[in-house]
């Protein structure tokens, strides 16, 4: 069945760095874009960042846009997202989630992982 | 923005309707998120009123002019989470949630 496991969370300090990874079985990342969504704590969803399917078209939101960098293994069916300069406002829960294309819905999202950014 | 009320609040049997708003929404496909405590999101519904398989036929949807409304009927203990609307916003090209909606089953 489809599944998605996101790991690499944990506590971090200001200005330090993460790599969450989100590997996938199930089906092939190939066929599909591929998302991180955040969550703060007791705050919505903020989508964040997307990355087509041959990694030739990546969007990201303001609010990450030069501190993330997001990317894909198709080979190793996964999904990467390097999270630089953190911030304390991006502690969060950090899901990734797949999607055919452009408007379709995320139809699957992993279990996610928590990033704990403090001194 | 999508606009969402923070909560409904619903006594069991009863129908919740959990809207989401902007201008023109009509014109998009709105897909709803159902997140239980500590738990993933969950697609309920897609394309304004498509279930998944494995959602119960008591979620449908409707979405014209300027508001999308999920409506969940007979409402169960088990329905209460919090609700996100989402759509594509083709301006930036990337999806956009909205602020979520905490259903209270009372």
């Known amino acids: 069945q489809v599944q998605l496991v996101e790991s690499g969370g944990g506590l971090v300090k200001p200005g330090g760095s993460l790599r969450l990874s989100c590997g996938a079985s199930?089906?092939?990342?190939?066929?599909?874009?591929m998302n991180w969504i955040r969550q703060a704590p007791g705050k919505g969803l903020e989508w964040l960042s997307y990355?087509?399917?041959?990694?030739?078209?990546?969007k990201f939101a303001d609010s990450v846009k030069g501190r993330f960098t997001i990317s894909r293994d198709n080979a190793k069916n996964s999904l990467h997202l390097q999270m630089d300069s953190l911030r304390a406002e991006d502690t969060a829960v950090y899901y990734c989630?797949?999607?055919?294309?452009?408007?379709?819905?995320?139809?699957?999202w992993g279990q996610g992982t928590l990033v704990t950014v403090s001194s | 923005v999508l606009t969402q009320a923070p909560s409904v609040s619903v006594a069991p049997g009863q129908t919740a309707r959990i809207t989401c708003g902007v201008s023109k929404i009509g014109s998009k496909s709105v897909h709803w998120f159902q997140q239980r405590p500590g738990r993933a999101p969950v697609v309920v519904l897609y394309d304004d009123s498509d279930r998944p398989s494995g959602i119960p036929e008591r979620f449908s949807g409707s979405n014209f002019g300027n508001t999308a409304t999920l409506t969940i009927s007979r409402v169960e203990a088990g329905d209460e989470a919090d609700y996100y609307c989402?759509?594509?916003?083709?301006?930036?090209?990337?999806?956009?949630f909205g602020g979520g909606t905490k259903l209270t089953v009372l």
């Open positions: 989630a797949r999607t055919y294309g452009s408007g379709q819905p995320l139809d699957y």
């Open positions: 990355i087509n399917s041959d990694s030739s078209y990546i």
């Open positions: 989402q759509v594509w916003d083709n301006s930036s090209d990337h999806p956009v």
């Open positions: 199930g089906f092939p990342i190939s066929d599909y874009y």
